[in-house]
């Protein structure tokens, strides 16, 4: 069983930066990716970012692609995601996610999920 710990949300202004960080802990953590995701009020959970742990090879959503990077720390079983020049749409409920076989944009293959960090955009 893998742990996913997200922290790291909270209140900006638009164009401010965020990072998020997953800490991942367990005996089954090994990694094939890891990924984010986010909701927002009254909509379904959208991909945002992932990334394969082993080649660092990254895969975002046009939506924040050359804004967010994700990136990670092998020595820390960590994973982070730096949000630069936010915007009142990327308020939501960013939840990171794991997997030991698929690194793209669905929810299922994702089996071990963090509790979720919000992150609020002011305009």
């Known amino acids: 069983q893998v742990q996913l710990v997200g922290s790291g949300g909270g209140l900006v202004q638009a164009g401010g930066s965020l990072r998020l960080s997953c800490t991942a802990s367990g005996r089954a953590f090994n990694p094939y990716s890891i990924a984010w995701f986010r909701q927002a009020p009254g909509q379904g959970r959208e991909f945002v970012a992932s990334?394969?742990?082993?080649?660092?090879?990254?895969t975002y959503a046009d939506s924040v692609k050359s804004r967010f990077t994700i990136s990670r720390d092998n020595a820390q079983n960590a994973a982070y995601l730096q949000m630069d020049s936010l915007k009142p749409e990327d308020t939501a409920v960013y939840f990171c996610?794991?997997?030991?076989?698929?690194?793209?944009?669905?929810?299922?293959?994702?089996?071990?999920w963090g509790q979720g960090t919000q992150v609020t955009v002011s305009s």
């Open positions: 996610a794991h997997s030991n076989s698929y690194s793209g944009p669905l929810e299922a293959p994702y089996g071990s």
């Open positions: 990334l394969r742990w082993g080649s660092g090879t990254a």
